[in-house]
């Protein structure tokens, strides 16, 4: 399979992030349940890999989960479900480190961390996968020793129904939704035209220059989530 392991700047080197793409993917309701039913076995990100754009992307969405993870900021119950909420533009509600602390803290509150629950919720209807999703991006944050490139890729191998392919821009551009991207993070066409998959955007003059603009406007919208 086409599992990569990369080391992001700036977190610590024993914290390695492994990302597998799939195309044709045809047990995500499996793997769905699986999340649902709080099996630690399935701890990813299982991400719709029509809704990401660029390796980029995704990677800021990992860099903020584990930074805020790191600075004890997390909002959701683990790492890998913070990358998933990091990938939404309107998550701008600063928190204690988990929704667990609710029990705890003053009534007035509740209405905060009702508010983040529902954000959540939202998030992952937006950018997780559902019963139909065929286009899976995964990523596993190695957070202990005993997780390494060869366990995991071992255990995606025996549980994932579908084509691993490389992660590269490539590869995610070829599955992206460009019309669903657009509309998540309320992005606007500059050239007034409607875009639909990446292979409609791309093979126009000026495309690359559009995808820059498209990228940046994303890359800002989840490094200032959670700034104010």
């Known amino acids: 399979m086409a599992l990569q392991t990369i080391y992001l700047q700036h977190i610590p080197v024993d914290m390695p992030i492994h990302l597998a793409l799939y ?13 649902l039913s709080g099996n630690q076995e399935f701890e990813y990100a299982f ?6 754009i660029s390796t980029s992307h995704a990677l800021a969405a990992v860099y903020r989960a584990l930074n805020d993870h790191l600075q004890g900021r997390r909002r959701s119950r683990n790492v890998h479900a913070e990358i998933v909420f990091s990938l939404s533009p309107n998550n701008n509600v600063r928190l204690c480190a988990s929704l667990d602390a609710y029990l705890t803290m003053p009534k007035n509150l509740g209405g905060i961390i009702r508010l983040t629950a529902e954000q959540i919720t939202e998030s992952f209807k937006r950018f997780g996968i559902d ?5 899976v991006l995964v990523i596993k944050v190695s957070t202990t020793p005993t997780i390494t490139h060869e366990s995991v890729q071992q255990h995606l191998d025996s549980v994932i129904e579908g084509t691993a392919v490389q992660f590269s821009n490539e590869n995610i551009r070829a599955m992206t939704d460009f019309a669903k991207v657009r509309k998540v993070y309320k992005l606007n066409d500059s050239s007034g035209k409607k875009r639909g998959k990446a292979g409609d955007q791309l093979g126009t003059d000026g495309a690359e220059q559009n995808m820059t603009e498209i990228e940046s406007a994303i890359l800002g919208a989840i490094a200032l989530r959670g700034a104010t």
């Open 23 to 35: 195309r044709d993917v045809r047990n995500t309701a499996f793997l769905k349940q699986q999340l």
């Open 47 to 52: 991400i719709d890999a029509t809704m990401i």
């Open 131 to 135: 019963d139909s999703t065929t286009s």
